[in-house]
């Protein structure tokens, strides 16, 4: 039932070539991680689709390596700020920021799940676009090398309103007051998305990086808003190591070598970012210089980088316990108790079934395998409790956010095929 659903969510969703993340109109475009993840889910019953899904987002990429977060294809009135305000890329039908990439494990996901030598040509295409796109990491936003690699608008964190973020954007000026343009909460309800203090500040980034033309010479320098994000850096570091394999199985040593050196400096960086007092891997204000103490989902991410992370801190499977403890459906975008937490609003502490898929992945491979299973049972138990959402509320399960969710129909095909 759940799976015949599930198909039938990405088949509605389907735009041609790319899915939008909710057909209601909330998200009008393709998103980059959204689509990423949904080609895992397209890869249970469609592998060409799964590959398109990626290559089209490909297509979008900028001659500099950056694959933008947003790309626009079609109509995308229903959406505040659409094509028209971004204005990005060569064919201004791009945003100019980017979000977590996990491309090259999807990628890495697809060849070995269909075999090598079937799905060569699509790698042939793809990996070199994504070693360019990792470049422009290490490049673009990390000039100082210190291997911990910046977000420069909370959008690219993919967690948007995350209390980690919060003093670091309140520095950012608001500029005028964009309430009056936001559409999101014609959609849904104001209560569980971002506030306007936040969306203010949100478009007065996207202003002022406009302004600059997008640069990357430039953004780095002028960014109000800099924030080495550890779930961002996990994510990126995971997606490292699956480029290498891919670099590695088409013979490219080169590409090899150089993918270890960007390997070896995030591995040095999240190293430093765990902070021994608090137990949690904590993200890092590069413009106040000062590790951010907010334990956020996004410090359990390092579980999904590095099968070895347990082992030299096993404090960080206490504090999954403990979170999970404390809710009825895990894994809470951030420590349930908290000041900042709010069951309801988007990524103060609702439960997001990606997230899930990477945490029970990281917890498989880091050998708890009965963690990983709670984690799987209550991302599945949510969807049939309150259906396809975007986001659930950790404390009672209920739906929240987009409905018909693409991401949320992905992960449950995942996870249904991951016993
Ligand atoms: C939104 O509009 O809420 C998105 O998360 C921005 O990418």
């Given at each position: 039932?759940?799976?015949?659903?599930?198909?039938?969510?990405?088949?509605?969703?389907?735009?041609?070539?790319?899915?939008?993340?909710?057909?209601?109109?909330?998200?009008?475009?393709?998103?980059?991680?959204?689509?990423?993840?949904?080609?895992?889910?397209?890869?249970?019953?469609?592998?060409?689709?799964?590959?398109?899904?990626?290559?089209?987002?490909?297509?979008?990429?900028?001659?500099?390596?950056?694959?933008?977060?947003?790309?626009?294809?079609?109509?995308?009135?229903?959406?505040?700020?659409?094509?028209?305000?971004?204005?990005?890329?060569?064919?201004?039908?791009?945003?100019?920021?980017?979000?977590?990439?996990?491309?090259?494990?999807?990628?890495?996901?697809?060849?070995?799940?269909?075999?090598?030598?079937?799905?060569?040509?699509?790698?042939?295409?793809?990996?070199?676009?994504?070693?360019?796109?990792?470049?422009?990491?290490?490049?673009?936003?990390?000039?100082?090398?210190?291997?911990?690699?910046?977000v420069?608008?909370p959008?690219?964190?993919?967690?948007?309103?995350?209390?980690i973020w919060d003093a670091s954007l309140a520095v950012v000026?608001?500029?005028?007051?964009?309430?009056?343009?936001?559409?999101?909460?014609?959609?849904?309800?104001?209560?569980?998305?971002?506030?306007?203090?936040?969306?203010?500040r949100?478009?007065?980034?996207?202003?002022?990086?406009?302004?600059?033309?997008?640069?990357?010479?430039?953004?780095?320098?002028?960014?109000p808003f800099r924030v080495?994000?550890?779930?961002?850096?996990?994510?990126?570091?995971?997606?490292?190591?699956?480029?290498?394999?891919?670099?590695?199985?088409?013979?490219?040593?080169?590409?090899?070598?150089?993918?270890?050196?960007?390997?070896?400096?995030?591995?040095?960086?999240?190293?430093?970012?765990?902070?021994?007092?608090?137990?949690?891997?904590?993200s890092f204000d590069s413009i106040s210089?000062r590790?951010i103490?907010?334990?956020?989902?996004?410090?359990?991410?390092?579980?999904?980088?590095?099968?070895?992370?347990?082992?030299?801190?096993?404090?960080?499977?206490?504090?999954?316990?403990?979170?999970?403890?404390?809710?009825?459906?895990?894994?809470?975008?951030?420590?349930?108790?908290?000041?900042?937490?709010?069951?309801?609003?988007?990524?103060?502490?609702?439960?997001?079934?990606?997230?899930?898929?990477?945490?029970?992945?990281?917890?498989?491979?880091?050998?708890?395998?009965?963690?990983?299973?709670?984690?799987?049972?209550?991302?599945?138990?949510?969807?049939?409790?309150?259906?396809?959402?975007?986001?659930?509320?950790?404390?009672?399960?209920?739906?929240?956010?987009?409905?018909?969710?693409?991401?949320?129909?992905?992960?449950?095909?995942?996870?249904?095929?991951?016993?």
């Open positions: 039932m759940m799976r015949q659903k599930s198909i039938e969510i990405l088949r509605a969703n389907d735009k041609g070539g790319y899915t939008v993340p909710t057909s209601s109109g909330l998200y009008p475009a393709q998103w980059n991680w959204d689509s990423c993840l949904v080609a895992m889910g397209f890869a249970q019953f469609d592998e060409g689709r799964a590959w398109q899904e990626i290559e089209t987002l490909f297509s979008g990429q900028w001659p500099d390596g950056m694959v933008p977060h947003i790309i626009f294809h079609g109509d995308d009135s229903s959406y505040f700020p659409n094509s028209s305000v971004w204005r990005g890329g060569p064919s201004k039908r791009s945003s100019g920021i980017t979000q977590p990439p996990v491309a090259a494990t999807v990628v890495r996901y697809l060849a070995e799940r269909f075999g090598f030598e079937h799905t060569l040509a699509h790698l042939q295409t793809l990996v070199p676009k994504l070693l360019d796109w990792h470049r422009w990491f290490y490049r673009a936003r990390d000039p100082e090398g210190s291997g911990f690699v910046a420069i608008h959008w690219e964190s993919g967690m948007d309103n995350s209390p000026p608001p500029g005028p007051s964009v309430a009056k343009l936001r559409k999101d909460t014609t959609f849904a309800d104001v209560a569980v998305r971002p506030t306007s203090a936040e969306y203010d949100y478009i007065n980034l996207v202003m002022m990086y406009r302004n600059e033309n997008y640069d990357e010479g430039r953004l780095y320098d002028i960014a080495c994000d550890v779930g961002f850096n996990s994510i990126l570091l995971r997606a490292n190591r699956d480029l290498r394999f891919l670099l590695e199985s088409m013979g490219d040593e080169q590409g090899v070598l150089e993918v270890d050196s960007m390997i070896a400096r995030s591995c040095d960086a999240l190293e430093r970012a765990w902070d021994e007092n608090d137990a949690h891997f904590y210089r590790y103490p907010k334990p956020g989902i996004a410090g359990l991410l390092p579980l999904y980088a590095d099968p070895e992370v347990s082992r030299r801190h096993p404090e960080i499977i206490a504090r999954i316990k403990k979170w999970l403890g404390d809710v009825k459906y895990g894994v809470p975008s951030f420590e349930p108790g908290r000041p900042e937490f709010e069951s309801k609003r988007y990524w103060r502490g609702p439960v997001w079934l990606v997230v899930n898929w990477m945490l029970m992945t990281g917890l498989r491979e880091n050998g708890y395998e009965e963690l990983a299973r709670r984690v799987r049972k209550d991302s599945l138990d949510v969807v049939e409790k309150s259906g396809f959402h975007e986001y659930f509320d950790p404390l009672t399960g209920e739906g929240l956010g987009g409905t018909d969710f693409s991401w949320t129909a992905a992960m449950v095909l995942l996870l249904s095929a991951s016993e």
